[in-house]
């Protein structure tokens, strides 16, 4: 028996996931402003230190753990079993990492003399195809169903035949570093599996989350093994760290929400939580002469903090939005939180679109107070885009 959580809607929720998007859509559009400083910008590599854009991402993971549990028992209680359930996971984590597949080999590695259309119309043909297999048009009927469906998969088929890297044109799309939605796809894979697995329970999750940070502590240490199979493994360690945040977003779910009959006070949920975010701020300051604090190397420090951070920002929107009713500003970030996948692609769209144009913007918009201006402007126009798109139709995996 998975873990019953409250039947109330969440409100908090759906502002973290608003918010998370919107400031996504800005801090993308913001890394190509020159002259703004330094903690606005993803930290280097190896500066073992993080700022508020490191943390974009990792809001992400975050929000995705916590939607999970709400998620299952929607679909138990619509008569789903288990199988139905782990069918439904892979099925997702399938389309994130096609799109990521696609997204990342549309930005490098492809070979444009030997492309039969520019990269820029390769990639809008692929969003087009992208609308017709996981589109949801009007109220119920889903976009693509039978013919649709079937056009937009044979149209990534033949995209994915026209696409050629390498100096002789001979290579084929890598995952390379599967791109963003790659990686929440694989962090959802191993999140909901392992939600399935331990039914639930706070202690398998947090369990689970010990395995992840434990993981990249032994690719760390055979980063060199001379084993091809398991290199490639291993290699893959930041990917499996990150999935940490998408678990403990479940921990989170189940602190606040498990158990609605007979469990803990409001007063001892807030306090579990607070043990949840001591723990993490301790780990991850034990991890941190080891590994430092990199969102780059994907560093356990990195995900333990970001976490944390998470953590406190979400009990803080449930206290003002839920608990005290101040929920009505709410519905300004409702267009991203109800679809996100819209909002997080709609900028990708616009660029392919400027590419394919040959057109810039003007110098002024990516440069200084004028060019931040800007990235707020344009993300507040990617919100209301959203919002317009959404009234028609919708993504989903």
């Known amino acids: 028996m998975i873990t019953e959580l409250t ?31 330094a903690w606005a910008r993803h930290m280097p590599a190896g500066a073992d230190a993080m700022s508020f854009v ?40 399938l389309g994130l990492v096609v799109l990521g597949l696609f997204m990342v080999n549309a930005e490098e590695g492809f070979n444009p003399a030997f492309m039969p ?47 050629h890297g390498g100096p002789d044109g001979r290579g084929w799309m890598t995952h390379q570093w599967w791109g963003i939605l790659g990686l929440i796809g694989w962090s959802y894979l191993i999140a909901a599996s392992a939600y399935l ?20 502590a032994l690719g760390q240490a055979l980063r060199d093994a001379p084993w091809p199979g398991l290199a490639d493994l291993l290699a893959e360690r930041a990917m499996v760290c990150e999935t940490s945040l998408t678990l403990l977003g479940c921990v989170t779910s189940l602190l606040f929400f498990g158990r609605p ?12 939580a607070a043990l949840l975010l001591a723990g993490l701020v301790v780990a991850g300051a034990a991890l941190r002469p080891a590994y430092g604090i990199s969102k780059i190397w994907g560093t356990p420090t990195w995900c333990l903090y970001s ?53 810039e913007l003007p110098p002024a918009l990516a440069q200084g107070a004028s060019g931040v201006a800007f990235c707020v402007a344009y993300a507040l126009a990617v919100l209301g885009a959203t919002a317009l798109i ?3 139709v919708r993504l989903q995996l």
């Not at 039947?7 to 002259?35: E, H, P, S, Y």
């Not at 009713?325 to 519905?331: I, L, M, N, P, T």
């Not at 991203?336 to 040959?358: G, K, Q, R, S, T």
């Open 54 to 93: 490191d943390v974009v991402f990792p809001a992400f993971l975050f929000i995705v753990g916590m939607s999970i549990p709400f998620a299952f028992e929607q679909r138990l209680a619509r008569g789903d079993d288990g199988a139905a359930l782990q069918r439904h996971v892979l099925g997702r984590t």
């Open 261 to 272: 009959q007979g469990g803990p006070s409001r007063a001892r949920r807030f306090g579990r």
């Open 307 to 359: 976490a944390a951070i998470c953590i406190v920002l979400f009990a803080a929107l449930h206290w003002w939005v839920d608990l005290r009713g101040r929920s009505a500003w709410v519905r300004l970030v409702e267009p991203a939180a109800a679809n996100p996948l819209v909002a997080y692609l709609i900028p990708f769209v616009i660029e392919a679109l400027l590419d394919l144009l040959h057109l």
């Open 117 to 163: 259309l520019p990269i820029a119309a390769w990639s809008l043909a692929f969003y087009a195809c992208a609308w017709l297999v996981w589109g949801v048009y009007g109220a119920a009927a889903p976009g693509g169903r039978n013919l649709w469906r079937s056009v937009g998969v044979l149209g990534l088929l033949a995209l994915a035949d026209a696409w």
């Open 7 to 37: 039947r109330t809607r969440i409100r908090a929720i759906d502002a973290l996931r608003g918010l998370t998007i919107l400031v996504m859509v800005f801090v993308n559009q913001l890394a190509g402003v020159t002259g703004v400083p």
């Open 390 to 392: 959404g009234r028609r």
């Open 197 to 216: 697995a331990c039914r639930g329970r706070v202690a398998g999750l947090l369990a689970a989350t010990a395995g992840c940070v434990a993981f990249f």
